[in-house]
C-alpha cells in the first residue's frame, strides 16, 4: 500500500472511517505516516490531531476505541478508507456517528440479539439479567457454558426429537454469541474469517 503522504504541507492524508459490519461513515480525521504505524502495530485507531498537535488514539481518555480491520487506499493514494470494529460511540458528543446518526443497518435478529448482549456488557453491575450474570462471573464461566451447550446439542442430535435440538441448538448459538463479545468480538468476525477462507 503505497500512500502520497507530500501533496499535504503537513504529510497529512484524510482517514474516512468506517464500520465493518453495518458500513456506514463514523467520522473523518488525518493521519500522518507515524499515526498510520502506529494505528497498524496497536490495532487501534490513531490519528493526528491538527488541534493538538500530536498524535491522538481515538478512544484514549473515553474508552470508545475504533478496533482495526482493514485499510484501504484510494486510486490517487492519498485518501484512507479505514474499516474498524467501534467500541462505544464514535462521537465526542456521545453519538454513535459524528453527524449525530445511529450506527444501524437493516439489521437482522442476530444483529438485534448482538445489541442486547452488548447493552448487557456495558454495565453488568447494574443489571440483573442473565447475560449480564454470566459477563459478572467471567471468561471461564462463558466458556464453560459455551461447552456445556455443545454437549447437549450433541446428544440431541442423536435422538429424535427435532424440538429438543433446536432448543439446544439455540441455546449453544446464544451463549457462543456471548463468548464472542467477552472476547471482544462479534459473529461478523467470524463471518469474515470463513470468507477468506471460502475466497481461498
Known amino acids: 500500500m503505497k500512500i ?55 478512544g484514549e481518555e473515553s474508552g470508545n476505541f475504533l478496533r482495526l480491520v482493514d485499510i484501504k487506499v484510494d486510486c490517487d493514494n492519498d485518501t484512507l478508507l479505514v474499516s474498524v470494529h467501534p467500541q462505544g460511540p464514535t462521537c465526542h458528543k456521545g453519538t454513535d456517528t459524528c453527524w449525530g446518526e445511529k450506527n444501524t443497518s437493516e439489521m437482522t435478529f442476530l444483529d438485534t440479539l448482538e445489541e442486547v448482549i452488548s447493552d448487557r456488557r456495558s454495565n453488568p453491575a447494574n443489571d440483573k439479567s442473565y447475560v449480564a450474570s454470566l459477563f459478572r462471573s467471567g471468561i471461564n464461566k462463558i466458556a464453560q457454558k459455551v461447552g456445556e451447550e455443545a454437549v447437549e446439542v450433541v446428544i440431541e442430535a442423536k435422538d429424535d426429537n427435532d424440538d429438543l435440538f433446536l432448543n439446544e441448538s439455540a441455546d449453544l448459538l446464544f451463549h457462543y454469541l456471548i463468548l464472542l463479545q467477552a472476547k471482544g468480538y462479534k459473529l461478523n468476525d467470524v463471518i469474515e474469517v470463513l470468507k477468506s477462507r471460502h475466497s481461498k
Do not use: C, H
Request: positive net charge; aromatic residues 10%; charged residues 35%.
Open 4 to 58: 502520497d503522504f507530500s501533496k499535504d504541507k503537513d504529510g497529512l492524508v484524510p482517514a474516512i472511517i468506517q464500520d465493518a459490519q453495518t458500513k456506514n461513515v463514523l467520522m473523518l480525521g488525518y493521519m500522518n505516516e507515524e499515526a498510520l504505524e502506529k494505528t497498524k502495530e496497536s490495532g487501534k485507531v490513531t490519528f493526528f490531531s491538527r488541534s493538538k498537535q500530536r498524535l491522538w488514539t481515538k
